[in-house]
């Protein structure tokens, strides 16, 4: 199937390329620039052909197949593409200069919350935290303020792990994070994505290495997490 894209890829370049170079082509080539461009569609009706070939041979559906899917199935890797809304990549790049003694757990589902979901917890030794990346711009007519149910679980969470957790609602421009202040009463801290880092960089050591351990194997169980393809948050 990978080849047959190949080939496909291949002929469309063919194809394309016959047409920016048509008057080179008509000055130094004998055959026509459509000629070749026939060609091209001719190698790529062959790519598509080896392609359904192998998915056949494979049985892999060929609709809603995607390169990602190839991928895994060529390299025999599970099937986990990102899921929609979910910006752990980001926040995990942020805090990529913290210590390993730091750690993220996402789709966290505490008890008693139903199927609500914290989309991180971050435990170090600066203490518990959890994030609640902010996806929507504030001004916007559906903008939800996530503000109360995000501190009331994360509330909980600290309840049941014996230790105060700090919910931090996570915003991807300081812009954004100050219109949000202005128009809603923020009820947990709020922060930039810019200035997460610094952030946990400058927490005082709370927690021991015994306790951090016992936290994330709490905190690890609690994960519940969305199908491939699903919206990471709600």
């Known amino acids: 199937m990978m080849g047959g894209l190949s080939v496909v890829v291949t002929g469309m370049a063919v194809f394309f390329l016959a047409y920016i170079m048509r008057n080179y082509i008509?000055?130094?080539l004998i055959i026509p620039y459509r000629t070749l461009q026939s060609y091209g569609f001719l190698v790529v009706f062959i790519g598509v052909a080896i392609y359904m070939l192998g998915a056949k041979a494979l049985k892999v559906p060929i609709r809603n197949t995607t390169f990602y899917k190839l991928e895994t199935i060529v390299k025999n890797e599970i099937f986990d593409p990102q899921r929609k809304d979910d910006y752990t990549k980001p926040i995990a790049a942020r805090l990529s200069d913290l210590s390993d003694t730091w750690s993220m757990t996402?789709?966290?589902?505490?008890p008693g919350t139903a199927n609500y979901l914290i989309p991180?917890?971050?435990?170090?030794?600066?203490?518990?935290?959890?994030?609640?990346p902010v996806i929507e711009h504030p001004t916007r007519k559906n903008?939800?303020?996530?503000?109360?149910?995000?501190e009331k679980a994360s509330k909980m969470l600290g309840d049941l792990l014996g230790v105060p957790v700090t919910p931090i609602m996570v915003f991807y421009t300081p812009k954004a994070m100050q219109v949000y202040k202005k128009k809603?009463?923020?009820?947990?801290?709020?922060?930039?994505?810019?200035?997460?880092?610094?952030?946990?960089e400058d927490r005082k050591k709370k927690l021991t290495d015994a306790q951090i351990a016992d936290f994330e194997t709490k905190v690890y169980a609690m994960i519940k997490g969305t199908r491939p393809g699903e919206k990471f948050l709600e």
Do not use: H, M
């Open 184 to 200: 809603y009463e923020p009820v947990t801290r709020v922060q930039s994505l810019l200035n997460l880092g610094n952030f946990f």
């Open 143 to 150: 903008f939800k303020d996530p503000g109360l149910l995000f």
């Open 106 to 110: 996402t789709q966290v589902n505490v």
């Open 120 to 132: 991180q917890v971050i435990l170090g030794p600066g203490g518990a935290f959890t994030l609640w």
């Open 26 to 28: 008509k000055e130094n």
